[in-house]
């Protein structure tokens, strides 16, 4: 399991894993916005 | 054999001078840990500081922004994200050549994740210059300052631990084994940065 407390490693992949959540939430916000 | 240990423990605490050892309970380093429990103490102080923000933003009833007739520079804060995720990507590049005994890239790593941090605190400094409102303005202005600048200070935190960890690079302290003063300042960076991708994403874009 990810723990992003336990290293250097595992704290850039979280990183990664939060900017691609970001990126599709804020694009899934934006198609909703633009279809209502 | 009982008694031959214990004979064995009493002559090792007669050589033992000082205080006596700390007792380690936890299988996490004592450094990890304390890092680990300051993160979490440090989600918590942004989660106060994002309760008030999800509040003032329902019950503002002229929206979010533009407040005073004046928006968020989306794009300028765009680029400054664009800034703080990549020096992520030279910190861990610094990490990479700790453990692989790449000095330079240790040394061109660290320095480089400062200088990015270094830029994107002056580009704060001068967003705040020009935004066109104050903290004490409209209850938005309170809430962005309190958030941005709660965050802008974390980035200062990470630039002082840099710091002294470009400086040790530099001076050649650390190893493929033991870089340990380099990884617990990686973590909170990394979790500097976490934050502001939830800040700009929140605040900025949604």
Known sequence: MLNPLRSEQEAFRFLLYVVVVAAVLVGIVFAVRALT | MESASIAADVGHDDHHHGPPMPNVSSRVEAQFLGMLLFIISEVMLFGAFFTAYFFIRVVADSGWFPVNDVDLPKAIAGVNTAILISSSFTMHWALEGARNENRNALRVG????????LTFLTMKGNEYARIGFAPHDPTQGTIFYGL??????????????????????FRGHFTAKEHRGVEVPGIYWHFVDIMWIVVYTTVYLI
Do not use: K, P, Y
């Not at chain 2, 660290?110 to 941090?117: E, F, H, P, Q, S």
């Not at chain 2, 802008?152 to 960890?165: P, Q, R």
């Open chain 2, 110 to 117: 660290l320095l480089t994740t400062a200088l990015l941090g």
């Open chain 2, 148 to 169: 941005t600048g709660l965050h802008g200070a974390h980035v200062f935190v990470g630039l002082t631990l840099l710091t002294f960890a470009t400086v040790r690079a």
